[in-house]
């Protein structure tokens, strides 16, 4: 497991590793242990920070209470996860620390830990990561004392591996132990009514104009049918609505309390899977209104030209128009809702289903009231060309949600998404490009529009999906220097993201598990250079290798200290890299 500091051998304890720079630094009175475990049948995966502090010494614990009269320095744990990967409840101890007043602080309860202790919390992982790659970032920020004096307060950064596991006492970890408020009823009318409010003015947020549009040409559409038919179409609009609020209730409610935490409201969002699905679904739903291709529901989208309405819109057209509404309104938050969904934390699980369902038909109220009088929505223009025109410009209006979905996106895996569009979109025109009079020809068109489709996706999200797994930090001369002068070996890659051939050495050369593990092994110093942004220090750094042009690879040897680097030009092999590391052989030990 990795260490921040190192236990000094002899003296008084820990005096190995240094903060900053010089004589006067101060010494690192903890050494940091993280890692992190799977999930069982039994218990959720957790995530250990375990801290060795040097005999003599003490921390104090991540709920020390505070005071005026002055406080001791209360630990904290700051971890920065990846991607997808969550904590399901807060930090605990794996031994309650020593509890005792103290005078100086003003008879303040203080509480510190001395020894070994470990920290854990409740991970959860997402599905397809693979946890032998993953890595945990964090910082563990204290104060140590002795009985003495007090050390500045410090930052030991660590890195959470995948590990076995710490002893720790088995108890209910990522369930909240903060009591269930009792029911009260004036209190839950009162959420009720916000939550009916706060559905209704759902409608109005950013997220969901994109959609109105739909709405406005089924409103359109349903000009001079009977007013029983008007009715039940908004009817079903609004059972999908309400459907996906009680998808959401399921999960803050009975999967929430299966899995050790109640998810909030739009906290789909934070899955990766379902971003990139949405985005998808919004891109090919413009390119619908847009008229490349139909989307296949009568009456969804206003299928066929303006003027031809004998598609109508159903009520399988209108229960999708619901659901996908629904779920384009749950990244925003109206007014409202802030206290209603804090509320459902509190209450037990069958209170979720009452709120959001109270949300749900909150946001249906407006459709429900125009089925039942239809003639609200008599100011609209008769239909006639003008849909045409409509249609398309929200065809626009969607294509802006695709940028806005694209910012939620991590950056590893926005050119894999736009690649899946792409792919997407020629699916989509070839559909669009076949007559509906030629069903053979549109069978045809269907499956291999999803077959590229699905392949260019594959390709997408197995090839382009590559996130680095070689620790690289940030290069400069003076990173070289310095690497140089501890005695280690140093690689350094000269790369930018507009070029092909390092993308191309980065995916099958250098980026490889043998090279990672040689890499690991000799204690390496890996460095990059991104040249993307024609940054003169880098372009400087491979002119003075002789180089005029990336993708360049150097690698400084350890030993002796002046000797010349290996350079290593244009497309490489893994077995060039790999020799090249072994040539250069490993750092020099401590």
Request: aromatic residues 10%; glycine residues 10%; proline residues 8%.
């Amino acid at each position: 497991m990795p260490a921040a500091a190192q236990l000094d051998p002899g003296g008084t304890g820990l005096g190995g590793g240094l903060l900053g720079q010089g004589s006067d630094a101060a010494k690192i009175h903890a050494m940091i242990e993280a890692e992190f475990t799977l999930p069982t049948a039994a218990k959720p995966g957790r995530l250990f920070v375990t801290a060795v502090i040097a005999p003599g010494w003490h921390i104090y614990s991540i709920t020390q209470p505070t005071s005026k009269e002055g406080n001791p320095t209360v630990t904290k744990i700051a971890v920065r996860l990846p991607e997808g990967v969550h904590l399901l409840g807060p930090f605990k101890p794996s031994v309650a620390p020593h509890a005792e007043t103290e005078s100086g602080y003003g008879d303040l309860r203080i509480e510190t830990h001395a020894g070994t202790v470990t920290w854990y919390a409740p991970l959860e992982l997402p599905a397809r990561v693979d946890p032998a790659k993953l890595k945990i970032t964090g910082v563990f920020s204290f104060g140590a004392c002795d009985a003495g004096k007090c050390d500045e307060p410090q930052d030991l950064p660590f890195t959470a591996v995948l590990g076995s596991g710490m002893s720790v006492p088995d108890d209910a970890v990522g369930t909240s132990e903060e009591p269930a408020a009792a029911f009260d009823l004036q209190t839950f009318l009162l959420e009720m009514a916000s939550a009916l409010l706060g559905g209704f003015l759902l409608n109005l947020m950013p997220c969901v104009l994109p959609v109105l549009g739909l709405k406005v040409l089924a409103f359109v559409q349903q000009a001079g049918e009977s007013r029983s038919r008007v009715f039940m179409l908004n009817v079903w609009y609004s059972i999908g609505l309400v459907a996906v609020f009680m998808v959401l209730a399921a999960l803050a409610a009975g999967v929430g309390l299966a899995a050790g935490e109640r998810y909030g409201w739009g906290e789909q969002f934070t899955d990766i899977t379902f971003k990139i699905t949405m985005t998808a679904l919004v891109f090919v739903m413009a390119l619908s209104f847009m008229g490349v291709w139909e989307i296949p529901i009568p009456g969804f989208v206003g299928a066929g030209r303006a003027s031809d309405l004998q598609n109508k819109e159903g009520p399988t057209g209108a229960f999708c128009k619901g659901v996908f509404t629904t779920i384009l309104a749950t990244p925003c938050s109206g007014p409202f809702l802030g206290s209603v969904f804090g509320y459902v934390l509190k209450q037990p699980p069958y209170m979720a289903y009452c709120i959001f369902g109270a949300v749900g038909l909150g946001m249906a109220s407006p459709y429900l009231l125009i089925g039942a009088f239809p003639s609200l929505v008599r100011f609209l223009p008769r239909p006639g060309a003008w849909m045409d025109t409509f249609k398309q410009l929200m065809g626009f209006v969607l294509l802006a949600t695709v940028v806005y979905l694209f910012s939620l996106l991590n950056s590893l895996y926005v050119i894999p998404t736009m690649t899946l569009l792409v792919g997407l979109w020629f699916a989509c025109w070839w559909i669009g490009r076949t007559p509906l009079t030629e069903p053979v020809h549109r069978i045809v068109a269907w499956c291999g529009g999803a077959a590229v489709a699905g392949l260019v996706g594959f390709f997408a999200f197995t090839v382009l999906l590559q996130g680095p797994i070689i620790p690289w930090k940030p290069f400069s001369p003076a990173a070289v220097a310095q690497a140089r002068a501890e005695g280690k070996t140093v690689m350094v890659d000269f790369t930018a993201n507009w070029c092909p051939n390092c993308k191309a050495n980065s995916r099958f050369a250098i980026e490889r598990d043998a090279v990672l593990q040689l890499v690991k092994t000799n204690g390496v110093e890996p460095l990059l250079a991104d040249w993307t942004d024609r940054s003169p220090g880098v372009k400087k750094a491979f002119n003075d290798l002789g180089c005029n042009s990336i993708p360049v690879l150097a690698i400084w040897p350890a030993q002796p200290p002046d000797s010349k680097p290996i350079v290593l030009t244009d497309l490489l092999s893994e077995s060039q890299v790999l020799e090249a590391l072994k040539n250069a052989g490993p750092s020099k030990k401590p």
